[in-house]
């Protein structure tokens, strides 16, 4: 038994609410600092991995949301994780994984998709003759890597990477929206995607679309998701945080959006903002202007602030369990069924997915799947909430050689004067990979309690630079 993949997610480099972004003694982000919870982490995973031989060293699965673009300058982001690559690659040092990192990209990050397919495009046009019919570009790519061809390379993660002298073979490919990988019988089949697809807000032109052409079908397939919706996605939530003075303004509509008082609020001014600007006052009088477009706003505002984030009381909510259900029976399968058509569909499917910052595993029937489906979420590595939200916290999910996965709780944050979780392994059977990582974990307990010390002072100060910045 070998471990081949290790997958992180929602890391949100850059973010000043992310644990492995350093703060000054004033709170605001210290890019060219390294945090000592990503130390901390990188040391536990070093040591976890040291433990049991392998057979190679494991590929890195990057599953989104690990360059925060909504909320920070390009810049800023990329020099945290230039602290990652040095942590994961040391000069003079043993890797810690493959040089080959795959990157799906989630929502705070989509730009880098469009980044590497534009790239790959581009590579596509240079290699056909002058006056030749184009084909289309590419919204998404394949579910599994063949062996003729890899991945688009992410040319810009590389080119940060490759700065370093000692890093001048390290590559970053990027899958998008879903990776996956299969069993040489190809009865067993992992997928990674980072969840983005499971909520409604993410498919909002979709919604829009047939609400005003409602004889119009819904999107059912991964490529007709990605096409409807992308702009949006991107434009949202991976871009306009970075839009000049008006751009720090956005973290403010992401926290509104996260609570109904909040969303009230932003429905008011939105209808007010409206009235003043395109409405004549002998039209209506502004108060009946403003209260319908209140109510407008309002239901627009509190489909698109549906996070799951908000249901502190269970690790995914009803409708995104309900999305994710439908997401993985839907466009997922299809996309699965449509590259499996040469071989066979898969028996047992294990999904890997992010986003919600909620960490779980669990094993879920699903409609059209004779298998119950391994569902592992990685949690973030946020901090969003002056109060202690207990179900939040961050995991590492292992992959081994024959696709077994298993988690490592890292941490969850801890109730109000409770001391905080140990390190731990969530597995859905047993199986020799949870009890590789279990014993992994015994060897590595010094590294593990001071990543444990690391991660709770780390919300303890992101917890009250919140509340500074609130009051």
């Known amino acids: 038994?070998?471990?081949?993949?290790?997958?992180?997610?929602?890391?949100?480099?850059?973010?000043?609410?992310?644990?492995?972004?350093?703060?000054?003694?004033?709170?605001?982000?210290?890019?060219?600092?390294?945090?000592?919870?990503?130390?901390?982490?990188?040391?536990?995973?070093?040591?976890?991995?040291?433990?049991?031989?392998?057979?190679?060293?494991?590929?890195?699965?990057?599953?989104?949301?690990?360059?925060?673009?909504?909320?920070?300058?390009?810049?800023?982001?990329?020099?945290?994780?230039?602290?990652?690559?040095?942590?994961?690659?040391?000069?003079?040092?043993?890797?810690?994984?493959?040089?080959?990192?795959?990157?799906?990209?989630?929502?705070?990050?989509?730009?880098?998709?469009?980044?590497?397919?534009?790239?790959?495009?581009?590579?596509?046009l240079n290699g056909l003759p002058p006056g030749a019919a184009l084909g289309e570009e590419w919204h998404i790519t394949r579910l599994y890597q063949s062996g003729a061809e890899d991945y688009p390379e992410q040319r810009l993660l590389t080119g940060v990477a490759r700065r370093y002298p000692f890093l001048r073979d390290l590559r970053v490919s990027t899958a998008y929206p879903n990776l996956g990988l299969r069993s040489p019988d190809a009865k067993r089949s992992v997928i990674f995607t980072h969840g983005h697809f499971i909520e409604p807000l993410y498919t909002l032109v979709s919604q829009l679309k047939h609400m005003i052409f409602q004889e119009s079908p819904a999107p059912d397939t991964v490529l007709e998701l990605e096409l409807e919706n992308f702009a949006w996605i991107d434009f949202f939530w991976s871009t306009m945080g970075r839009s000049g003075d008006a751009g720090k303004q956005v973290q403010q509509i992401y926290e509104r959006l996260a609570s109904p008082k909040g969303r009230d609020d932003l429905s008011r001014r939105l209808a007010a903002g409206v009235v003043a600007r395109f409405f004549s006052k002998d039209w209506y009088p502004d108060a009946v202007q403003r209260f319908a477009l209140d109510k407008l706003f309002e239901a627009f505002l509190d489909r698109a602030g549906a996070h799951d984030r908000i249901h502190t009381d269970d690790p995914l909510g009803p409708e995104a369990k309900r999305g994710l259900i439908a997401y993985v029976t839907g466009p997922l399968l299809r996309q699965v069924a449509h590259e499996s058509r040469y071989t066979r569909m898969p028996e047992q499917l294990s999904v890997v997915f992010g986003h919600t910052h909620k960490p779980f595993e669990e094993r879920l029937s699903m409609p059209g799947i004779a298998e119950p489906v391994d569902v592992f979420n990685t949690g973030g590595w946020v901090v969003d909430s002056v109060e202690r939200q207990p179900l939040y916290g961050g995991a590492v999910v292992f992959v081994d050689d024959a696709l077994r996965c298993a988690s490592l709780r890292m941490y969850n944050e801890s109730a109000r004067d409770e001391a905080p979780a140990a390190v731990h392994v969530g597995a859905l059977a047993d199986h020799p990979l949870g009890a590789s990582l279990a014993r992994a974990l015994g060897a590595a307990a010094p590294e593990a309690d001071a990543l444990t010390d690391a991660l709770e002072l780390g919300i303890r100060i992101r917890a009250h630079a919140l509340a500074a910045r609130n009051t």
């Open 1 to 124: 038994m070998s471990i081949t993949h290790v997958c992180l997610s929602d890391l949100h480099f850059g973010a000043e609410t992310s644990l492995l972004t350093e703060l000054d003694e004033n709170y605001e982000p210290a890019h060219q600092q390294c945090s000592p919870a990503l130390a901390r982490l990188m040391a536990c995973l070093r040591k976890v991995l040291a433990a049991e031989p392998q057979a190679t060293r494991p590929k890195l699965v990057l599953l989104g949301d690990v360059l925060e673009l909504a909320l920070s300058e390009t810049h800023e982001a990329l020099m945290t994780f230039e602290k990652f690559l040095t942590l994961a690659f040391p000069e003079g040092g043993d890797d810690l994984f493959a040089r080959e990192i795959i990157y799906v990209p989630g929502n705070h990050d989509h730009h880098l998709w469009e980044i590497a397919r534009e790239t790959h495009y581009l590579n596509y």
